[in-house]
């Protein structure tokens, strides 16, 4: 999850040209593994720790799993027109 969310971060931080490879490239991978990470996400119980108690192992997999679902969301949003095959360009 951490080598996931660290490769969209990269992505990102290298401009829209890594992001548009990305999406161009690797699409229906893109969508699969946020669908992936959305699952793990809901999959894992809600842990209960209190304010200065060591960080359960599942509360650390929902948070990593919620940050590639964002980071992943953001990326989708920007170039959702390429994902659904629409010319980006195309004019209403």
Known sequence: ???FLALVDLNIASGSNGEERLVTEHATQVIE???WA???FDRMPVGKTSPGAPTDPQ???RTLAAGVMVRFGEVI???QGR?????S???Y
């Open 59 to 61: 509360d650390q997999v």
């Open 89 to 91: 360009g195309f004019k």
């Open 83 to 87: 994902l659904m095959g629409v010319n």
């Open 33 to 35: 593994l946020r669908e």
């Open 77 to 79: 949003e920007r170039y």
């Open 1 to 3: 999850m951490n080598l």
């Open 38 to 40: 959305s699952g793990v």
